[in-house]
């Protein structure tokens, strides 16, 4: 396929589009941990947050389309149904409405965070991935994209930042081995960091009881699903075990979330997060989100 035109379904494994879903609720949390509401204008700020994951997926492929012709050949690009160029040019058509969905939702001051974010992106699927920095350019992406809900309120937001960071560290590093295997090494250190994470998501004051418990079942929830998946890596890091830990990882963001999101009040908000995680799974059998 030599031209920019993509087909809808190989244009919808290419951005790997159920996993942005794990991306929404980024700036749900930011926005609530920032005491700042998601309303009118101010919910274009999600959609920012999947535009610039899709916008990642796509240049993902593209950086790697050599590397993916030996170990994933099924992929978009090395089987022909995309070619390196449409791919480039959906990252860059999906980054420039990132940046102009955030510029909607909260002006300047969204701007200052989606900038960085949209150089992070590419900087990591072009320069850091495969490297040692390759699991802290991740993280940065997701604790700017957490601050991209933060309408400027960045210090109130840092802690919900923080524990997307950490927790995005530990799945970046394991799904290293999703081809050849991991290291026990790396799968304890993911674990531990979903450890850390739980914490940071249900530390700190809740306004009422109600929003307490809600923070805890999400929480409880995430340190289960994707506790037992990273505990079951560093038992034995077989490439299967390490890409059903990554998987887990991936949807286990979104109860991470929900978790951060009711303790500051967002309940409803967190539900919805929630409710699309078996929508998630369900779309993931048919598209891989990594």
């Keep these: 396929m030599g031209g920019l035109t993509v087909k809808a379904p190989d244009l919808y494994e290419l951005v790997r589009a159920p996993a942005a879903l794990t991306a929404v609720g980024d700036t749900v949390a930011g926005s609530a941990a920032a005491g700042q509401r998601l309303r009118g204008r ?7 947050s999947m535009a610039f994951y899709w ?3 796509s240049v993902n492929d593209w950086a790697d389309r050599e590397l993916d012709a030996v ?21 860059g058509v999906l980054t420039a409405a990132g940046l102009g969905l955030a510029c909607l939702g909260g002006g300047q001051r969204s701007l200052r965070v989606a900038v960085p974010l949209a150089a992070s992106v590419w900087a990591y ?20 994209d957490v601050l991209l809900g933060a309408g400027g309120r960045w210090r109130e937001a840092a802690p919900a930042a923080a524990a997307l960071a950490v927790h995005t560290m530990g799945v970046t590093a394991l799904s290293g081995g999703e081809v050849h295997g991991g290291s026990p090494r790396t799968a304890g ?25 809600a923070s805890l079942a999400f929480g409880a929830g995430y340190a289960a699903v994707v506790g037992t998946a990273q505990y ?3 038992e034995s890091s077989s490439a299967a075990r390490v890409r059903a830990a990554t998987v887990a990882g991936i949807q286990g963001m979104v109860p991470l979330q929900a978790s951060l999101a009711a303790r500051h009040g967002a309940v409803r908000a967190a539900a919805l997060l929630a409710g699309a995680v078996p929508l998630a799974r369900r779309l993931v059998r048919k598209v891989s989100p990594t």
């Design 189 to 213: 250190a993911a674990l531990a960091g979903t450890a850390v994470s739980t914490g940071l998501a249900l530390y700190g004051r809740a306004s009422r009881g109600a929003h307490r418990v």
């Design 71 to 91: 170990e994933r050949p099924e992929r978009p690009i090395p089987s022909g149904r995309v070619s390196a160029r449409a791919a480039l040019r959906t990252g």
């Design 125 to 144: 699927d072009t320069v850091l991935k495969g490297t040692p920095l390759g699991p802290c350019g991740m993280s940065a992406c997701r604790a700017l």
């Design 232 to 234: 079951r890596a560093l």
């Design 55 to 57: 916008a990642g997926m």
């Design 42 to 48: 101010r919910w274009a700020l999600p959609l920012a």
